[in-house]
Nanobody
Framework: QVQLVESGGGLVQAGGSLRLLCTFW????????LAWFRQAPGKAREFVAA????????SYADSVKGRFTISRDNAKSTGYLQMNNLEPEDTAIYSC?????????????????WGQGTQVTVSS
């Protein structure tokens, strides 16, 4: 049974940085592409970033390009989201998800397994 556990969220001032971790359990991490999504109060879940199995391809939402970096360490079955220059608009619950498809996708419904999420709050 695949399980995903996020960590690293918290409260940070605008302009600060956080690094989120997504730990994968119960299968072969390299069988999946990895993505991060976020959901702010009263808003729909939105795509943030994705990385393909062995890290050769990434995709980002326009709103985070140049500020966020997605990466993965397959030896540790762990994915990361480095978030720099955070803005109050980045406040949301951030969740990681994995997809067994062969191309990067941005639609939540395409993803097979999800973590519970970690709260990120950016104060102004």
């Amino acid at each position: 049974q695949v399980q995903l556990v996020e960590s690293g969220g918290g409260l940070v001032q605008a302009g600060g940085s956080l690094r989120l971790l997504c730990t994968f359990w119960g299968g072969s991490f390299t069988s999946y592409n990895l993505a991060w999504f976020r959901q702010a109060p009263g808003k729909a879940r939105e795509f943030v970033a994705a990385i393909i199995r062995f890290g050769s391809e990434t995709s980002y939402a326009d709103s985070v390009k140049g500020r966020f970096t997605i990466s993965r360490d397959n030896a540790k079955s762990t994915g990361y989201l480095q978030m720099n220059n955070l803005e109050p608009e980045d406040t949301a619950i951030y969740s990681c998800a994995v997809d067994s498809g062969w191309r990067l996708v941005t639609t939540p419904g395409e993803y097979d397994y999800w973590g519970q999420g970690t709260q990120v709050t950016v104060s102004s």
